[in-house]
């Protein structure tokens, strides 16, 4: 559990740009989906916008571990701003795929959230991609010519697969990118184990973080009680009643929350 490798380079990057000069520091969109994080550096000068037009020319510009769309990109380059990329590296790996297949004439078929940062940069690296939630979603797709899809990084691998499979009916010439973050996929099948041998279960992280609200479903469905606390105040009185209690966290959730939270139930 805490930060995963793409969370520490991007939180490492705005923390670089930070202590480089006395620019003015800007990210679009909040650096990482955490909200002890974002508030710190806000603290801190770094301001949070959604457009490059609220950007000022000659400001450092911190891209976030989700990325942004190349277009976003190019227009803070024509801006004068001075980009720092956070991106984590295996977006990159999917941004980079995206747009060797869209290349070669291939329809672009993006499974995840389509509000999820993520996935709108992810979006931008093709021309039309079509962008689906689930098998539901996929049935009703009509497809022709070369297709290849791609999940978003911390899509649960059970979800991918149904949509793949149905694709597979779909379309004569099928492309399947298999790009889920095993920093996802490990944290999901430790908390599988983790369940079985506690009595419930804390998921710790931001409200809007994507992958710590799949590491709560994942936990729900194993049938334990468990709750998602962004910090140690939600803690629920509740869980007095349990002796045993299981913790997980999300990618983005610092080392000093899930300790305050260790610490908060070790005192009660
Ligand atoms: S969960 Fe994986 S893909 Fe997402 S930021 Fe972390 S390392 Fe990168």
């Known amino acids: 559990m805490g930060f995963c490798l793409g969370v520490r380079r991007a939180v490492g990057t705005l923390e670089d740009a930070v202590n480089f000069d006395d620019s003015e520091v800007y990210t679009l969109g909040p650096i990482i989906h955490n909200p002890q994080v974002v508030s710190d550096f806000e603290s801190r000068g770094v301001k949070t916008v959604e457009s490059p037009d609220d950007v000022p020319s000659d400001c450092r510009v911190i891209i976030r571990a989700h990325g942004i769309p190349l277009q976003l990109k190019e227009e803070l380059k024509l801006r004068g701003s001075r980009i720092m990329d956070g991106t984590c590296p295996k977006v990159i790996a999917s941004q980079k795929t995206v747009r060797k297949y869209a290349s070669l004439g291939y329809h672009t078929v993006i499974v995840g959230d389509p509000d999820h940062g993520e996935i709108r940069g992810l979006a931008g690296y093709a021309d039309h991609p079509i962008v689906i939630s689930s098998p ?53 099948e430790a908390l599988v184990d983790l369940c079985k041998r506690v009595d419930a279960c804390l998921i710790i992280g931001g409200r809007d973080s994507a992958n710590t609200q799949r590491l709560y479903m994942t936990a729900r469905e194993t049938g334990i009680p468990c709750w998602h606390i962004q910090d140690a105040s939600e803690i629920p009185g509740k869980i007095g009643d349990f002796e045993v209690i299981g913790l997980s966290a999300g ?17 009660m």
Do not use: F, N
């Not at 049935?139 to 899509?155: A, D, N, R």
């Not at 990618?251 to 005192?267: F, G, H, K, Y």
């Open 251 to 267: 990618a983005s959730t610092p080392d000093s929350v899930i300790l305050a939270v260790e610490r908060r139930l070790q005192s």
């Open 136 to 188: 539901e979603e996929a049935e009703k797709l009509t497809l022709s010519g070369p297709v290849m899809v791609i999940g978003q990084t911390t899509i649960k691998q059970d979800e991918y697969d149904k949509v793949c499979r149905v694709l597979e009916q779909k379309c004569e010439q099928l492309k399947i990118v298999e790009s889920i973050c095993s920093a996802t996929s490990k944290r999901q």
